[in-house]
């Protein structure tokens, strides 16, 4: 039968090579936000931020970039590793305190 | 530093148990947040403390939820009586100011699978 539940969009990478992921964000007031990493069975890890006044940000493998213009947010992680498996959640503050969550990219890294 | 800390890390119980989640936020982090996460609707934030105090408990499904955070070091999540469709994930967050341009820190979660 048909799955319910949420479908996470899937990123299959080879190990080595860059990865990109997209985040599509709904509130143009939205001025923070922040990319999570979750690996199976652990919590939620901070990855990268970035303020509204950037438009990129580059950690350590990681860079994000964001289009205000047309809403979008996208993750770039450098020379892909397998540690790198897991899913990916863009987050956008919607009010002083409070994160709106995407839905997650499952990122799969092959041998 | 030990990072968020969550107890128990399982939990099955049977419909109609009460069930208490704990956490024990980073030391020094006054902004405390539950979330629940699930397959169907993904993470969701069930309510938010700052300074021990509830600001915003709209996330709370209904009354048979409940949270407390009797100090800046310990924080409830209490169900009560549980249904099956309250098995999910629940975790537990801090931050170290009111919340804005300021990462959470999540806790590994609580699984909790209620028959």
């Known amino acids: 039968g048909e799955s319910v539940g949420l479908h996470l969009p899937t990123l299959s990478v080879q190990e080595g090579d860059n990865s990109i992921i997209n985040c599509a964000y709904s509130?143009?007031?939205?001025?923070?936000f922040i990319w999570y990493k979750q690996e199976s069975g652990k919590g939620p890890q901070f990855i990268i931020d970035?303020?509204?006044?950037?438009d990129k940000r580059q950690g350590q493998r990681v860079t994000v970039l964001l289009n205000k213009t047309v809403k979008h947010l996208s993750l770039q992680i450098a020379a892909t590793q397998p540690g790198d498996s897991a899913v990916y959640f863009c987050?956008?503050?919607?009010?002083?305190?409070?994160?709106?969550f995407g839905a997650g990219t499952t990122v799969t890294v092959r041998a | 530093d030990a990072g968020v800390i969550q107890s128990p890390r399982h939990e099955v119980t049977e419909m109609g148990q009460e069930v208490t989640l704990r956490c024990k936020p980073i030391?020094?982090?006054?902004?405390l947040f539950w979330y629940r996460q699930t397959m169907m609707r993904g993470l969701e934030l069930l309510i938010y403390?700052?300074?021990?105090?509830?600001?915003?408990d709209s996330g709370m499904p209904e009354d048979r939820f409940s949270a407390k955070m009797p100090n800046a070091s310990f924080s409830t999540l209490k169900i009560q009586p549980s249904e099956p469709r309250d098995s999910a994930v629940y975790f537990c967050?801090?931050?170290?100011?009111?919340?804005?341009?300021?990462?959470?820190?999540f806790g590994p979660g609580t699984r909790l699978t209620v028959l």
């Open positions: 967050a801090s931050s170290s100011l009111a919340g804005l341009f300021n990462e959470q820190f």
């Open positions: 509130n143009s007031a939205s001025d923070y």
């Open positions: 970035i303020r509204s006044n950037m």
């Open positions: 987050a956008e503050n919607i009010d002083d305190y409070k994160l709106s």
């Open positions: 030391s020094g982090h006054n902004s």
């Open positions: 403390f700052n300074n021990n105090v509830p600001i915003d």
